[in-house]
């Protein structure tokens, strides 16, 4: 989780554990070891090439629908199939309307346990209606742990042997480098069933917000990469293998950032390569970091950018939008803007308002929905929810991360929960808008007042519209209020009225009076 300068010793540590994408790039395809380079392993080869054209003017085409996902996390006495029971939902479930899911599945891991762990666990998650699942690489045994000192005070925590040839001679995965083996297997394990590939969670994660202002200009330091500890040229050496692998054995998956949340970080990759002489652009390392993954993955709390007078979900789901906003910024720079898709793998804003932060159960509840539709406007392709559940209940909470989930705090067994507010209206977005594209014409068309917000959702199967409304709320509460009629050329008489709860309601008139809490509104 990212926090912002004083903040940042608010983070608590929960993690134990879209159809037809097409892609055209082109890369140089390594083979055997570089040579002539400072590395902390010996030296020696060449790269080979891969067919294509060149990766830097390539485009990507993506047409899935937005995918309405959650964190996973450990509670004691769930196994993972429970656990995504009351996310995804069962016969004894209603579910919280999640469609994918991000777990993840760490080397040290699958290294104890075996790569097929979990395999009927995906299977499980497929049969119960998830989909496209993000899955963050990670975590390495000890035996594969890089333990060099880039930082003086601690020894690395990612991958020893990363710049050991990816592949063979003769074309195989090269077994010597163990981050290189680790994706080949966890991929051709679980491929068929996960769609975004996460290298690294949180890379830039530091406790030193000063530094971090510094990186779009300046390398970051090794030392300030709290849980990564090592040269930001060593993370892009991890998203070129990962890039490499994932390609070779389906092209269509799309490799992803590790749920970054500072600009310049994005920065300090878009400008290196996985060179480890200062990201320096050589016949061996032709490449910038752009050119090896497909998608940004960000991690954004907004509780954190509202200031002391913008405390409502209005302002919190628009904060979605503008880092995705600044990310894009720093994309443009390299040219590489609009090439690249975005998705965000973590994010919430508390149940109860905590060290002066917005917190309330309406806020949050609205903010479910709002989320997920300004997350669509803006072309974001997907929003998992942190995290499934509370961890702490609410008058005992003491921290805003423990105030984070679609549940209450979990009970020891299964499957006596209670959901929250939030739950339910993510549960009501997924069921109404899963299923339909984001139809920007006939938002603009919808003729929105200033101090109303809301889009159009479109099915291609029934071939109607859901339209979502709601005031804009200011300050710092949820109190708001606006009336609308559609335009005429809608010639909407009479319409079917969904609450944030899915309750039903019918309207023969085209005049709506908008509170803070959105509604979904089908002619």
């Not at 940042?8 to 037809?20: D, E, G, Q, R, W």
Request: hydrophobic share 30%.
């Amino acid at each position: 989780f990212f926090l912002m300068a004083n903040q940042v010793f608010l983070k608590i540590f929960c993690f134990i554990l879209l159809s037809a994408i097409t892609l055209s790039c082109s890369k140089s395809t390594e083979t055997t070891k570089p040579e002539g380079v400072d590395t902390p392993g010996p030296g020696g080869g060449n790269e080979g090439d891969n067919n294509g054209d060149d990766g830097n003017t390539g485009s990507a085409s993506y047409g899935d629908l937005f995918l309405y996902g959650s964190n996973m996390g450990y509670y004691p006495g769930w196994t993972d199939e429970q656990l995504s029971e009351i996310l995804i939902g069962a016969p004894n479930s209603a579910g919280a309307g999640v469609n994918s899911l991000r777990p993840a599945m760490y080397d040290r891991f699958v290294e104890e346990w075996g790569y097929n762990i979990r395999l009927n666990t995906f299977k499980f998650y497929q049969q119960s209606g998830g989909k496209d699942h993000v899955i963050f690489l990670n975590g390495p045994s000890e035996a594969h742990r890089d333990k060099t000192k880039y930082c003086a005070s601690r020894e690395s925590e990612t991958f020893a042997n990363l710049y050991e040839p990816i592949w063979t001679n003769d074309g195989q995965i090269n077994n010597n480098n163990y981050y290189a083996r680790y994706v080949y297997n966890v991929v051709k394990t679980y491929g068929p069933y996960v769609k975004f590939w996460e290298v690294w969670n949180e890379p830039d994660y530091t406790y030193n917000w000063n530094a971090s202002q510094t990186w779009a200009n300046t390398d970051p330091d090794p030392c300030d990469l709290d849980g990564f500890y090592a040269p930001v040229q060593s993370y892009v050496r991890m998203l070129r293998i990962t890039y490499e692998v994932v390609k070779k054995l389906d092209p269509t998956d799309l490799v992803c950032l590790g749920g970054i949340g500072y600009e310049g970080f994005l920065d300090a990759i878009m400008r290196n390569t996985d060179n480890p002489a200062k990201g320096a652009v050589t016949n061996t390392y032709p490449q910038k970091g752009g050119e090896w993954f497909d998608c940004v993955s960000y991690h954004i709390y907004p509780m954190y950018y509202l200031g002391s007078d913008k405390k409502n979900s209005d302002a919190a789901a628009k904060a979605i939008a503008d880092h995705k906003n600044n990310l894009e910024t720093v994309l443009k720079k390299y040219q590489y803007g609009g090439k690249k898709c975005y998705i965000v793998t973590e994010c919430n804003i508390p149940r109860k308002a905590l060290n002066n932060y917005i917190g309330s159960d309406e806020a949050q509840k609205n903010f479910m929905i709002k989320a997920a539709v300004i997350a669509q406007k803006s072309g974001i392709k997907g929003l998992y929810i942190y995290g499934a559940a509370e961890s702490e209940t609410l008058s005992g909470a003491t921290d805003p991360y423990q105030v984070m989930g679609l549940y209450q705090k979990m009970p020891a067994a299964p499957y006596k929960v209670t959901i929250n507010s939030s739950g339910i209206s993510w549960r009501t977005a997924s069921r109404l808008l899963g299923n339909r594209h984001y139809d920007k014409a006939r938002t603009e068309a919808m003729q929105l007042p200033s101090n109303a917000d809301g889009a159009a959702f479109y099915s291609t199967s029934d071939k109607n519209y859901i339209y979502v409304l709601w005031a804009k709320s200011y300050g710092n509460n949820e109190t708001a209020s606006a009336s609308y009629s559609f335009p005429a050329l809608f010639n909407i008489a009479s319409a079917t009225q969904y609450s944030w709860d899915e309750v039903k309601s019918q309207g023969n008139n085209n005049d709506f009076k908008l509170t803070g809490s959105p509604i979904f509104i089908k002619p």
